[in-house]
């Protein structure tokens, strides 16, 4: 059974202190991992999709990373703004994805 | 475009009631998903639509749910004889055959069943 794993289940940072969301999938046969940004009574908004391991991408302070295990998502200099919960998802057979529980972070300024 | 577009935002019924949701996807989308999202927790698919056919449910679907997606373009999500285990956000996303499976979700119907 596909699994996604998520840690830590949440992260409290100083505005410009820079740390790493770990996302651990077990799928048969990756066709796709995502990344989402979700805010409090919002649905997820997309942020990256990566398809193979070695794979970065990255939108202004995000970066995400993918292994054959797992993913990481980077954030450098957080600001108070990129509080809000990260969702890691898996895509394997079908069209459907199988998401993590998530990581809330809240940055402090 | 206006993205994905859920009505209701929020519902509040009673236990035994049947309710219904519709989604009205992005214009140019051809698949439709229904996802449950519990406090604390990921999505979990339940359903999922390519036009008008459906052509994948959850196991964890009873069969007091029914979706449909009759031309292809908005979905209805109904849910019979509402129990309390039934209150979650229900969430729909749509997206693109052949553009890598990148599904946008919209903001969400809240059921509270009471």
């Known amino acids: 059974e596909d699994q996604v794993t998520q840690s830590p289940e949440a992260l409290r940072l100083q505005e410009g202190e820079s740390s790493s969301l770990n996302c651990s999938y077990t799928v048969s046969g990756l066709r796709g991992l995502f990344w989402y940004r979700q805010d409090p009574g919002k649905g997820p908004e997309f942020l990256f999709t990566l398809y193979s391991a070695g794979e970065e991408k990255e939108k202004e302070r995000l970066k995400a990373t993918l292994t054959k295990k797992e993913s990481f998502l980077h954030i450098t200099a957080p600001k108070p703004e990129d509080s809000a919960t990260y969702l890691c998802?898996?895509?394997?057979?079908?069209?459907?994805?199988?998401f993590g529980a998530g990581t809330i972070l809240r940055v402090k300024s | 475009d206006t993205g994905v577009s859920q009505n209701p935002r929020h519902k509040i019924t009673k236990r035994g009631q049947n309710v219904t949701f519709r989604c009205d996807p992005i214009?140019?989308?051809?698949?439709l998903y229904w996802y449950r999202q519990t406090l604390g927790q990921g999505p979990e698919f339940l359903t999922y639509f390519q036009n008008e056919a459906q052509l994948e449910k959850s196991r964890l679907l009873s069969d007091r749910f029914s979706a449909e997606r009759p031309k292809g373009s908005f979905s209805t999500l109904e849910i019979q004889r509402t129990e309390q285990g039934d209150s979650a956000m229900y969430l729909c996303?749509?997206?693109?055959?052949?553009?890598?499976?990148?599904?946008?979700f919209g903001a969400g119907t809240r059921l509270s069943v009471l």
């Open positions: 214009s140019e989308h051809n698949r």
């Open positions: 996303a749509s997206s693109l055959a052949g553009w890598g499976n990148i599904q946008y």
């Open positions: 998802a898996v895509q394997a057979e079908g069209n459907k994805l199988v």
